[in-house]
């Protein structure tokens, strides 16, 4: 087996290739633009032509090839094999089925590499078509405890909303919840409900606040992006309650209306009314209070 370079408009396709469905249009769009980006990683799998031919006929990596053509490559790299008697279909066979996905683990790990070398998150995201949010979604995976990360990379993922809290937490909660959950030999599963659960901390968020960005400094309030949520929405929160609330009471201190006192609120989330008070419906009296609660 060698390797040469050869104009991809010239290599033949197998009429016994194994891949006879047609790939999904995402699939061909990730490997367009992965070939833009940094080439073929992969050299195609050729063979001399029989029956007379001088040229090259493709046993594994059709896709690679038309993909190149279609980014404009005028030469790409191929491996010559010797002809074969079942014209390269155990070959292609092996190579397709022995395929699986990386788990996001390992594509985290790989993410990290190519930003050690100079990659940013954007032209990480371009070259395997991924949005970006996905990219930095990934990279919450470095906020994990690495035994947690090694569980993980065996296959035995949290869910989303799962890895979201554990990656909120600090190191030393994680580890402190891992001594309590990790797996043992008897039972070799986690179970990542009840890791989340013992590092669940309550969210305050952005959008429900009625102060601004400098009053939020001001108490030491730094926004987390909820990176699960929808990209079109505010998803910014922050775990430090007792500066979120500190900040919205200032904020209602200082916006009182007229009459307007500020109350407590009851175990069902309704504002605690004063003695002797009473709600009012509809239109308020020039008499009536106003009652602002968080």
Known sequence: MHLIKVDPRAL???????????????????????????????????????????????????????????????????LVDEASNDNGAMRSMVENIAREPLNPVDQWRAIERLVALGWTEEAIGVALALPVRQIKKLRLLANVLPAMLDHMAKGDMPNEKQLRTIAAAS????????????PSKADPQVAW?????????????????????????AYGIAWVEDLFASADEDSRYTTDVEAFLGAQQEWMSNHLPKRGVIVEADTWGRAKLP????????????????????
């Open 12 to 78: 033949k396709e197998n009429p016994d290739k194994t891949r006879q469905t047609k790939s999904t249009a995402q699939a061909d769009a990730l490997l367009l633009a992965t070939i833009k980006v940094v080439g073929i990683v992969q050299p195609p799998v050729v063979a001399p032509e029989t029956g007379g031919g001088n040229g090259y006929t493709i046993n594994a990596g059709h896709r690679r090839v038309r993909q190149a053509i279609a980014a404009g490559l005028e030469e790409i790299e191929i």
């Open 193 to 217: 409900y009840n890791v989340a659960n013992g590092l669940e901390k309550t969210r305050m968020y952005a959008k429900d606040a009625s102060f601004d960005d400098e009053l939020a400094k």
């Open 275 to 294: 003695p002797k008070a009473e709600r009012v419906y509809g239109k308020p009296g020039k008499s009536d209070h106003t009652a602002m609660f968080v």
């Open 171 to 182: 190191l030393e909660e994680q580890r402190e919840v891992w001594k309590k959950h990790k």
